[in-house]
């Protein structure tokens, strides 16, 4: 796993921009629940941690991941931010639901990035196990959410350059 070694939630506060002025869309989907509240979690931590108001962040759910494309571009065209970050979680089971699903989710996020001013973040975990998923969610690993949402803030911030 790419994560093995590394800890999801470390950052160096200083490296990141103060997010006070800025204002966060987080999609997040509710398939696999358990998993998604975790990262929403940790990438709302984050935004507080460096800043961010409470009043612009905003959150919508949407089923699962494969609708997370539509959730985050109805969010860019209704809603004024400097950044989104698209929270899903698929993990593989016996058939080939996850290479599908995790595809579509993958593609479409890139297309409202190339589409689109504001930064889309990919905060899908895709992973073969349920353990995998809760290693990375707030986990032995950290938490993927807190890596996106320090993304969320450096995009957002070259964004407005």
């Given at each position: 796993?790419?994560t093995e070694n590394k800890n999801l939630s470390v950052y160096n506060k200083e490296s990141v921009p103060n997010a006070k002025a800025l204002r966060f869309g987080?999609?997040?989907?509710?398939?696999?629940?358990?998993?998604?509240?975790?990262?929403?979690?940790?990438?709302?931590?984050?935004?507080?941690?460096?800043?961010?108001?409470?009043?612009?962040?905003?959150?919508?759910?949407?089923?699962?991941?494969?609708?997370?494309?539509?959730?985050?571009?109805?969010?860019?065209?209704?809603?004024?931010?400097?950044?989104?970050?698209?929270?899903?979680?698929?993990?593989?089971?016996?058939?080939?639901?996850?290479?599908?699903?995790?595809?579509?989710?993958?593609?479409?996020?890139?297309?409202?990035?190339?589409?689109?001013?504001?930064?889309?973040?990919?905060?899908?975990?895709?992973?073969?196990?349920?353990?995998?998923?809760?290693?990375?969610?707030?986990?032995?690993?950290?938490?993927?959410?807190?890596?996106?949402?320090?993304a969320a803030i450096k995009m957002a911030m070259l964004g407005r350059k």
């Amino acid at each position: 796993m790419a994560t093995e070694n590394k800890n999801l939630s470390v950052y160096n506060k200083e490296s990141v921009p103060n997010a006070k002025a800025l204002r966060f869309g987080l999609v997040v989907a509710e398939w696999n629940d358990t998993i998604t509240e975790g990262l929403y979690n940790g990438a709302k931590e984050a935004l507080l941690d460096c800043g961010a108001l409470e009043e612009n962040i905003t959150r919508w759910n949407v089923p699962g991941s494969f609708e997370l494309t539509y959730g985050c571009k109805k969010m860019l065209a209704t809603q004024e931010l400097d950044a989104v970050i698209a929270i899903g979680s698929v993990i593989r089971g016996e058939t080939t639901h996850l290479d599908f699903v995790c595809g579509a989710a993958a593609q479409g996020i890139k297309d409202l990035n190339v589409l689109h001013d504001i930064p889309v973040i990919f905060c899908v975990l895709t992973d073969d196990t349920m353990q995998q998923a809760l290693d990375r969610s707030g986990g032995k690993h950290g938490n993927k959410g807190t890596e996106a949402a320090i993304a969320a803030i450096k995009m957002a911030m070259l964004g407005r350059k």
